[in-house]
């Protein structure tokens, strides 16, 4: 294969790996945000953490080969765009790591206070990076201040530019929404009502933040003139798939709402990366200095190679992933009695 | 501050801490999957506690070596982007395929042992946790091979339009010799510690006497036999290393001996006391000969001294200090070596006593065992730590300088944040990890079932 070709299949597989991550992650980093809300007692508490799991460690998986992915085919991106975006990083970091270890240690004694402890620990490990996350995608949607070295020259306030804001709240409302959806189809009982009554108001809120989202947008980054007015059918389906999930959260089509915001939170990340393509990372201070999907890759030679591997594996993984997802796909009950310990 | 130093800090803290989970992870997953495939076979009851009750602290461990792992995978990038961008066409390539093949397999299946003991057919169940142990015992690897070519750069070569390191031939970095090296060599000391982990419990348990005698006997006979075998095998591993040292990085193997002028026959420093710069020496104790044998099997040959290679690395890349920090490359390896020799023997009683049924006379002796279950981490963490710092000032042995591949953009102010932040958070995960493994390890096998009231009062999964 050409060199273009193997620099667009990366860039195409880095995206699908965000787009994964996002998708599975995002109602994930949802339940971990609504579990002190929507669980009340200890066992529906469970029951909302069991919803995710057998699956958040697999799901995290995605973020960590699109890191691994970027630093392979274009290690250029991955070197500018991890110094550059370094406190937003650090704090992701350490909301991950508090995350994964609240997971497992909170139901390891019965002490409340040590549970309320890691209840709220897998709240703020889920909000930070479902925040940050948001803020970074729509400064790299917006391009941010690269010298002529490939050197990120601001610094964590750059970031926090009403775009990125903007993003950052968008996310973390998309991810309540698809996680409270989530929550919805995947509990018995109170909880469900529960997740379904502010997966209402949550709607209201995407619907808002996504319109201000598209308006700011087409001031704040070069979609027009790179896409047209009419930005073509991967956005205009995100946002029918917003505008959809409404209705079926009213029917309680849970399987479709959550279809619906699946599609919003692919679609939408999808477009992020349209945006930028192809570049990686779009620099403010001059286009020039803009890295690319040419001048930031690895050699054709790593690129074959990688994508060999990647040709081989990737569908073995998403088999036994999605596979699991089969073994547990029923629903889950907070009835103590029913609960195994 | 200095960012270069910071940075270092920073890798160093967080990388030593990863690693005093990482090990456990990969040793004690086959010491699992061995017990459990026991169960399935035999049906044993004694076989499915062992399996719960080591398998309740495999998890616990599990989950701090994965938090921390994130971070190893991002900070390449973040404090090293001079490093990521000269090596990233090489060294991207093993970090990739260790999260698609490595990671994917233990998370997920992890997740399934877990979650779904009821849910799926016993074999599979069981076959889950072998993967999970494979899983992370092949990230390992891929980390190792990352590794081996910053100690030992292999099928690259340097672009010469960008400057940089380009792969030429995959195999011959996957096929590097230093990386399986390393590979035999760690996961020989994850069985190690994992064996010392189940010694020191089992006879914690034995010493008091507890009512589940036979789980902790046939635990603790178990790990004598598989440590035993481990430590032998660390200890050859360690051994080809040497001679491999004195090829690919004299200079790591003459600073670990603070051996200042080239010897022939060399002799082997069991403890020098002095300023280790071989000009004020208070008191030594070497013998002859032995340093010659461990690095070419033979008692007569050259070893050369930090003097002589100083002098070569100075005509080949120019004026510079190319001599590691010689206190910690000399004492973490007499550190690692010791702990190991007293692994040895501890190994041999713990032996004896499962051999010779659990003499009386001998029973008192066990109280001291949980105190062993120190020795594999200091070994393992000073392992790493000569294994990196004897490569100084290199961050890639003879192409890249550590002061050379910081990140440029990052001030001392915004590293110093991070390095505290980590630090602090580190420090309380340690403090609720300790407790949770203390708790879980002397409650015994009854918590860890699934009828347990005190530890999950409503816990994990459910019956539909």
Known sequence: MSYEVLQTIWFVLIAILWIGFFFLEGFDFGVGMLLPFLGKKDEE???????????????????????????AAFPQWYATLFSGFYPALFLLL???????????????????????????????????????????????????????TMTYTGNLLTLLNPYGLLGGLMTVAAFLLHGA????????????????????????????????????????????????????????????????????IHRKRYGWAFGMTSLMVVLTVATAFLIMFPRVMISTTDPAFSLTISNASSSQYTLTVMTIVAAIFTPIVLIYQGWTYWIFRKRITADPKKLIY | MDPVLLSRWQFAITTVYHFFFVPLTLGLGWFVAIMQTRYYRTGDETYRKMTKFWGKLFLINFAMGVV????????????????????????????????????????????????????????????SIWLVAIGSNL?????????????????????????????????????????????????????????????GISAWHLFRKNKDERVFKVSFQMAAIIGMIALVSVGLAGHTQGQELVTNQPMKMASIEALWETEQPASFSIITIGDLTGKNLVWEWRVPKLLSFIACNNFDCEVRGVNDIQAEYEQQYGPGDYVPLMVITYWTF??????????????????????????????????????MIALPYIANSTGWILTETGRQPWIVQGLLKVEDAVSPNLGAGTILMSLIGFTVVYAALMVADLYLLTKYAKAGPDAALKESVDVAPTLVGTEN
């Open chain 1, 45 to 71: 508490r469970r029951a909302i953490i069991n919803t995710i799991g057998p699956h958040w460690d697999g799901n995290e998986v995605w973020l960590l080969t699109a890191g691994g992915a970027t630093f």
């Open chain 1, 94 to 148: 350490v909301g991950l790591i508090l995350r994964g270890v609240a997971f497992e240690f909170r139901s390891k004694d019965a002490n409340p206070k040590w549970r309320t402890l890691w209840d709220w620990a897998i709240f703020v490990g889920s909000f930070l990076p479902a925040l940050l996350l948001g803020v970074a995608f729509a400064n790299l949607a917006r391009g941010v201040p690269i010298d002529n």
């Open chain 1, 181 to 248: 959806i989530f929550i919805a189809m995947k509990v018995e009982g109170d909880i469900s009502e529960r997740a379904t009554a502010f997966a209402r108001k949550a709607w209201i809120v995407v619907v808002v933040l996504s319109v201000l989202m598209v308006v700011a947008t087409y001031f704040y980054t070069d979609l027009v003139e790179r896409l047209g007015i009419n930005p073509g059918i991967i956005p205009l389906a995100g946002i029918a798939a917003i505008l959809l999930s409404g209705l079926f």
């Open chain 2, 68 to 127: 921390t792992g994130i971070v190893q995978e991002f900070q390449f990038g973040m404090n090293w982007s001079e490093y990521s961008r000269y090596v990233g066409d090489i060294f991207g390539a093993p970090l990739a395929i260790e999260a698609l093949l490595a990671f994917f397999l233990e998370s997920t299946f992890l997740g399934l042992w877990i979650f779904g003991e009821n849910k799926v057919p016993k074999g599979v169940h069981l076959a």
């Open chain 2, 139 to 199: 990230s390992a690897l891929w980390i190792l091979i990352a590794n081996g070519w910053m100690q030992h750069p292999v099928g690259f070569e340097i672009n010469a339009v960008t400057g940089r390191a380009q792969l030429v031939d995959f195999f011959a970095l996957i096929g590097s010799p230093k990386a399986w090296l390393f590979f035999w060599h760690t996961i020989s000391s994850g069985l190690v510690t994992a064996a010392f982990f189940v010694l």
């Open chain 2, 334 to 371: 007499r550190l690692m070596f010791g702990a190991g020799i007293i692994m040895f023997l501890v190994a041999l009683f713990a032996l004896f006593l499962t051999f010779r049924n659990w003499p009386n006379k001998a029973m008192k002796w066990l109280k001291w065992m949980p105190l």
